[in-house]
C-alpha cells in the first residue's frame, strides 16, 4: 500500500494525456515490452483497443515475424525494426512497460531502448510505466509513471503487479473510456 499512495498522480496523467492525444490525432499505439511486460503489452493492446478505441498493437504479438528478426537481425535492433516495417510516424505513440527502464551501459533492455530512440527520432511520443528509476524510459519519454521501488528484494513483482494496475487505471480514465468494460456495464444484483 505504501508504494500505491507515493505514485505520482501527475504521472498518471500526464501518461492519459499523451494517449487521449494519439487518439484525437488519429495516431496508433504501439505497446512493447520484455519478459511480464510484452504480456501486458499484448493484454494492453486489447484494452486500449475495445476500452478506449485507440488503434493499438503489441509489438510481440506475432511470434514467427519477432524471432525471425532476433534470429536474423539481433535482440537489441528487433523491436525498433518492427516499429520500422510498422511506418511508425509522428502522431504515433510507442508505451512501454519495463521493470528497470532500460540501461544501455549495462546491457539491460536495450531492444526497449533501441524502440524508444527509434520512435523518438520519427517524432512519435514515447509513454510508458517504468520501476527503479524509471532509466532510460523515464529520461526521453514524453510521459512516464514511475512505480517507487517498496522493498528491493521485490523489484519485479512489485513493479509488473502495479502496472497491470496502473494501464486498467488509464483505460478506464475518463479522458479514454470509450466504453465499458463488461462487469461495469452490468446492473449490480440485488440483495434481499
Known sequence: MAIVEQLDRGQVEAVVDV???TRARGGRLF??????????ASHAACDFRKLCDVE???VTDNVSELTARINDEGWDSSYANWLRASRLRSGDCLFLFSVGGGDVERGVSVNLV????????????????????GGELAR??????????GDH????????????????????HPKLAAAEAKWESMTAPTTG
Open 19 to 21: 494517449v487521449a492525444q
Open 31 to 40: 505497446l512493447c515490452g520484455s519478459g511480464g511486460g510484452a504480456g501486458h
Open 56 to 58: 493499438a498493437y503489441a
Open 114 to 133: 533501441e524502440a524508444m530512440h527509434y520512435a523518438h527520432d520519427q517524432g512519435a511520443q514515447v509513454a510508458g510505466v517504468a520501476g527503479r528509476d
Open 140 to 149: 526521453i519519454a514524453d510521459a512516464c509513471v514511475v512505480i517507487p521501488t
Open 153 to 172: 528484494g521485490f523489484v519485479t513483482p512489485q513493479t509488473e503487479g502495479l502496472q497491470a494496475v496502473l494501464w486498467h487505471l488509464v483505460v478506464s
